[in-house]
Nanobody, 127 residues
Framework: QVQLVESGGGLVQAGGSLRLSCVASGRTFSNYAMGWFRQAPGKEREFVATVSWISTSTYLTDSVKGRFTISRDNTKNTLYLQMNSLKPEDTAVYYC????????????????????WGQGTQVTVSS
């Protein structure tokens, strides 16, 4: 049984930073791509960032490039999202996800490529 547990969300002022973590269990963590998605009130869930199995590849959506960094520590079964220079429009529930298939060095930037999801952690950025 795969479990993904996010933490690290909270309330921060614009320009501030947060680091989200996601601890995974149930499958060999290093075999799968991981990703972060977010969903703001009244909006659809959107892709944020993804990292391949041994971090050889990463991909971030344009709106967070230069501000967010995705990383993983396969020895700790943990995924991270470092978020700097936060903006009010980053306010959302952030979800981590694990790919359905072993993708090797490829990344996954669509929700349909992910089989498992965490419960989400709220990030609120005040102006």
């Amino acid at each position: 049984q795969v479990q993904l547990v996010e933490s690290g969300g909270g309330l921060v002022q614009a320009g501030g930073s947060l680091r989200l973590s996601c601890v995974a269990s149930g499958r060999t963590f290093s075999n799968y791509a991981m990703g972060w998605f977010r969903q703001a009130p009244g909006k659809e869930r959107e892709f944020v960032a993804t990292v391949s199995w041994i971090s050889t590849s990463t991909y971030l959506t344009d709106s967070v490039k230069g501000r967010f960094t995705i990383s993983r520590d396969n020895t700790k079964n943990t995924l991270y999202l470092q978020m700097n220079s936060l903006k009010p429009e980053d306010t959302a529930v952030y979800y981590c996800a694990q790919s359905a298939a072993r993708l090797g060095s490829s990344v996954a930037n669509t929700a349909g490529e992910y089989a498992y999801w965490g419960q989400g952690t709220q990030v609120t950025v005040s102006s």
